[in-house]
């Protein structure tokens, strides 16, 4: 709670007309954490994730990212999403573009680097995730796991202070997971500040340095992981891990 | 070619074609067809430097007198040189309808383009786009060109720096006229096939930081405008034949020329019959060289045939 905190989240309510999606969601996060945002579908972990980079506009609360209050109306949402990257559920790669041309797109266009210069950094990104063969492919060409791969070293030439994942790995088949969490791992070990939404519980117990759980758009209960995970102190936590549990 | 099913599509009988023998019979005939045509327009503009300006390429004498001389085809033979004849004012004519149907495509699509994308992503804008195109759309072409041509009397408002260029100013009325009703039919084709792109991709483009219009000029529209390409061809392939209706507003294109002969000589039938294989060859050039287009930017992994 220092007032260092490199991301603090304060209070954020949401409302989809009447309904009300989240209510007064706090939590904090320092620079090189890593928070696993979890809860049953509905439960509004993903509408709390878009109000970071301001994909979806909260309307009540505080998100300060770095001192900046990212609901301030005057922020340049643009430049924002500059520092923020995000990866999705369902990839979202530009279907026209090569996997370079699709991690080059944001350097080039959004960060003005020449086309040289923008290339260039695509293809050290697609090799830090491993598709150093696959430069250019176009999206249709690949597995769900490699696209998945091309949208988080889309995300990473933009070189963002903060990474966002929604649920990176739950459109892919289960052989396709390991190679996602395996890029995924490495970022923490680089020290990358990630905010995850997942279903993937093994992988939040490695690597989470808090645990969120949301349910009904409320935070239910936060700890670090073996707290959460072994002893969780309220009731909804237990039930909702016991039935993931018995997913896998 | 004796398939069960048969093609239902101009296209797809060209893509037949392109399976058989009859690609290369289909190939000889657009050679010889723009051979022909491309030779009359030269010689016309370099003042007669194969054959004097008006007459055929190969004098009429002589296509009679081979036709009489085979067996089975004398009975033909006058026809033959009629035809003949009337290729020097069907190859003028077609020059026109070339011209104003390419000039009024690409200055209709540097319309339509706004008006698919203000329809898809404006708010109040989106309203204007709606009424334009449901207008356009919605009253016929050939009372647009009336009220272009008579009711404003344009053709004597043709500004100085395009007035001349055809021998009448009248060819731009015409141009107009399908430019903003071409326009309106290409931006439905083309707002069907932006609204055929992933949200999801819009929503990845914001995320990297493009602002809304970038989004849709780096994402969207490269990939909508392949998906329109089929559909805006049939754009295409109507606009060269409606092209027929500048001879109401008296623009001497193939229509009116060929109509203007028949109703001196009374030989309709043979008149439109090869009137209609001129503008058929026309159609076919063009779905033929969409299709080229088609393949050509074709997105590799992406079926080519996934917009049927």
């Given at each position: 709670?220092?007032d260092?905190?490199f991301?603090?989240?304060?209070?954020?309510?949401?409302?989809?007309?009447?309904e009300?999606?989240?209510?007064?969601?706090?939590?904090?996060?320092d620079?090189?954490?890593?928070?696993?945002l979890?809860?049953?579908?509905?439960?509004?972990?993903?509408?709390?994730?878009?109000?970071?980079?301001?994909?979806?506009?909260?309307?009540?609360g505080?998100?300060?990212?770095?001192?900046?209050?990212?609901?301030?109306?005057?922020l340049?949402?643009?430049e924002?999403?500059?520092?923020?990257?995000?990866?999705?559920?369902?990839?979202?790669?530009?279907?026209?573009?090569?996997?370079?041309?699709?991690?080059?797109?944001?350097p080039?266009?959004?960060?003005?680097l020449?086309?040289?210069?923008?290339?260039?950094?695509?293809?050290?990104?697609?090799?830090?995730?491993?598709?150093a063969?696959?430069?250019?492919?176009?999206p249709?060409?690949?597995?769900?796991?490699?696209?998945?791969?091309?949208?988080?070293?889309?995300?990473?030439?933009?070189?963002?202070?903060?990474?966002?994942?929604d649920?990176?790995?739950?459109?892919?088949?289960?052989?396709?997971?390991?190679?996602?969490?395996?890029?995924?791992?490495?970022?923490?070990?680089?020290?990358?500040?990630?905010l995850?939404?997942?279903?993937?519980?093994?992988f939040?117990?490695?690597v989470?340095?808090?645990?969120?759980?949301?349910?009904?758009?409320?935070?239910?209960?936060?700890?670090?992981?073996?707290?959460?995970?072994d002893?969780?102190?309220?009731?909804?936590?237990?039930?909702?891990?016991e039935r993931?549990a018995?997913?896998? | 070619m004796?398939?069960?099913?048969r093609?239902?599509?101009v296209?797809?009988?060209?893509?037949?074609?392109d399976?058989?023998?009859?690609?290369?019979?289909?190939?000889?005939?657009?050679?010889?067809f723009?051979?022909?045509?491309?030779?009359?327009?030269?010689?016309?503009?370099?003042?007669g430097?194969?054959?004097?300006?008006?007459?055929?390429?190969?004098p009429a004498?002589?296509?009679?007198?081979?036709f009489?001389?085979?067996?089975?085809?004398?009975?033909?033979a006058?026809?033959?040189?009629?035809?003949v004849?009337?290729?020097?004012?069907?190859?003028?004519?077609t020059?026109l309808?070339?011209?104003?149907?390419?000039?009024?495509?690409?200055?209709?699509?540097f319309?339509?383009v706004?008006?698919?994308?203000?329809?898809?992503?404006?708010?109040?804008?989106?309203?204007?786009?709606?009424?334009?195109?449901?207008?356009?759309?919605?009253?016929?072409?050939?009372?647009?060109l009336?009220?272009?041509?008579?009711?404003?009397n344009?053709?004597?408002?043709?500004?100085g720096?395009?007035?001349?260029v055809f021998?009448?100013?009248?060819?731009?009325v015409?141009?107009?006229?399908?430019?903003?009703n071409?326009?309106a039919?290409?931006?439905?084709?083309i707002?069907?096939?932006?609204?055929?792109?992933e949200?999801?991709?819009?929503?990845?483009?914001?995320?990297i930081?493009?602002?809304?219009l970038e989004t849709?000029?780096?994402?969207?529209?490269p990939?909508?405008?392949?998906?329109?390409?089929?559909?805006?061809?049939?754009?295409?392939?109507?606009?060269?034949?409606y092209?027929?209706?500048?001879?109401?507003?008296?623009?001497?294109?193939?229509?009116?020329r060929?109509?203007?002969?028949?109703?001196?000589?009374?030989?309709?039938t043979?008149?439109?019959?090869?009137?209609?294989?001129?503008?058929?060859?026309?159609?076919l050039?063009?779905?033929k060289?969409?299709?080229?287009?088609?393949?050509?930017?074709?997105?590799?992994?992406?079926?080519?045939?996934?917009?049927?």
């Amino acid at each position: 709670m220092s007032d260092d905190d490199f991301l603090r989240v304060t209070d954020v309510s949401k409302w989809y007309g009447d309904e009300k999606v989240l209510e007064d969601v706090s939590f904090e996060m320092d620079r090189g954490d890593v928070t696993v945002l979890i809860g049953p579908s509905g439960s509004g972990k993903s509408t709390m994730l878009r109000c970071v980079n301001r994909l979806a506009e909260a309307q009540e609360g505080s998100i300060l990212l770095d001192g900046e209050e990212v609901l301030s109306p005057d922020l340049d949402v643009d430049e924002l999403r500059r520092e923020v990257g995000m990866v999705f559920q369902g990839f979202n790669l530009f279907a026209h573009l090569t996997a370079v041309g699709n991690v080059a797109l944001g350097p080039r266009r959004v960060l003005g680097l020449s086309e040289t210069a923008a290339r260039e950094r695509a293809e050290e990104q697609l090799e830090r995730v491993g598709l150093a063969d696959q430069l250019d492919s176009y999206p249709a060409e690949l597995s769900g796991g490699q696209q998945q791969r091309v949208g988080i070293a889309r995300a990473l030439a933009m070189e963002p202070k903060l990474m966002l994942f929604d649920e990176p790995t739950s459109a892919l088949d289960p052989e396709l997971i390991g190679e996602v969490l395996e890029v995924m791992h490495g970022l923490v070990e680089e020290g990358m500040t990630m905010l995850v939404v997942t279903h993937e519980m093994s992988f939040a117990r490695e690597v989470a340095d808090e645990i969120v759980f949301l349910d009904d758009g409320r935070v239910v209960e936060r700890g670090p992981p073996e707290q959460l995970f072994d002893r969780p102190e309220e009731e909804r936590t237990g039930r909702f891990l016991e039935r993931i549990a018995s997913h896998d | 070619m004796a398939s069960a099913t048969r093609p239902a599509t101009v296209r797809e009988r060209v893509a037949d074609a392109d399976r058989s023998v009859g690609r290369l019979l289909l190939v000889a005939a657009g050679a010889l067809f723009w051979g022909w045509l491309v030779a009359s327009w030269v010689n016309r503009w370099l003042g007669g430097v194969l054959v004097p300006v008006g007459q055929p390429l190969i004098p009429a004498g002589a296509v009679e007198t081979a036709f009489a001389a085979i067996p089975g085809f004398a009975a033909y033979a006058a026809d033959a040189a009629f035809v003949v004849e009337l290729t020097p004012e069907l190859s003028r004519g077609t020059w026109l309808t070339v011209v104003i149907t390419a000039v009024s495509l690409v200055l209709g699509f540097f319309i339509a383009v706004p008006l698919a994308v203000t329809r898809v992503y404006g708010r109040f804008s989106a309203w204007l786009s709606l009424a334009y195109t449901e207008l356009l759309r919605g009253t016929p072409l050939l009372a647009q060109l009336f009220v272009l041509y008579y009711g404003l009397n344009l053709a004597s408002y043709v500004p100085g720096a395009f007035s001349g260029v055809f021998a009448r100013d009248v060819v731009w009325v015409a141009i107009l006229g399908f430019t903003l009703n071409g326009a309106a039919y290409q931006a439905e084709y083309i707002r069907g096939a932006l609204e055929s792109v992933e949200e999801g991709q819009i929503t990845a483009g914001r995320a990297i930081g493009l602002s809304k219009l970038e989004t849709i000029y780096y994402v969207v529209l490269p990939q909508g405008l392949r998906y329109a390409i089929p559909s805006w061809t049939n754009e295409f392939v109507y606009l060269i034949k409606y092209s027929s209706l500048a001879a109401f507003i008296t623009v001497p294109e193939l229509y009116y020329r060929a109509d203007q002969i028949a109703s001196e000589t009374f030989r309709y039938t043979l008149i439109f019959v090869v009137t209609g294989v001129t503008y058929l060859a026309l159609v076919l050039t063009a779905s033929k060289l969409m299709e080229r287009v088609e393949e050509r930017v074709s997105i590799p992994g992406l079926g080519a045939d996934s917009e049927e």
